[in-house]
């Protein structure tokens, strides 16, 4: 499986994004996905998460109310909708996908099998 994510870009603080991640190759109906980020000077981390079979979605506590998932199943296409950024939204956002996650693995990086490249986001105050 090889994911494609952009969608990145520099913008101010309140403005809106939306990231994309295509993935490609052998998908199955169990495979899960989800977006990470991370800051300079940080450890990679959770931001949300889809899960294929049923459609729920997790998220981290910072970004709940302003961030989106969603996911495209015919195009094998991961959204992530970002609304009212914020300066420490700053980071390098990566799509993630794995094919065992449960709910108490879906936010540890470990307990994903493939990864995107990374799409940087760029908050300005």
């Known amino acids: 499986v090889q994911l494609q994510a952009s969608g990145g870009g520099l913008v101010q603080a309140g403005d809106s994004l939306r990231l994309s991640c295509a993935a490609s190759?052998?998908?199955?109906?169990?495979?899960?996905m989800s977006w990470f980020r991370q800051a300079p000077g940080k450890e990679r981390e959770f931001v949300a998460g889809?899960?294929?079979?049923?459609?729920?979605?997790y998220y981290e506590d910072s970004v709940k109310g302003r961030f989106t998932i969603s996911r495209d199943n015919a195009k094998n296409t991961v959204y992530l909708q970002m609304n009212s950024l914020k300066p420490e939204d700053t980071a390098l956002y990566y799509c993630?996908?794995?094919?065992?996650?449960?709910?108490?693995?879906?936010?540890?990086?470990?307990?994903?099998?493939?990864w995107g490249q990374g799409t940087l986001v760029t908050v300005s105050s």
């Open positions: 993630a996908a794995g094919e065992r996650l449960i709910l108490s693995t879906i936010r540890s990086p470990r307990a994903y099998d493939y």
């Open positions: 190759g052998r998908t199955s109906s169990s495979t899960s």
């Open positions: 889809i899960f294929r079979s049923n459609g729920r979605t």
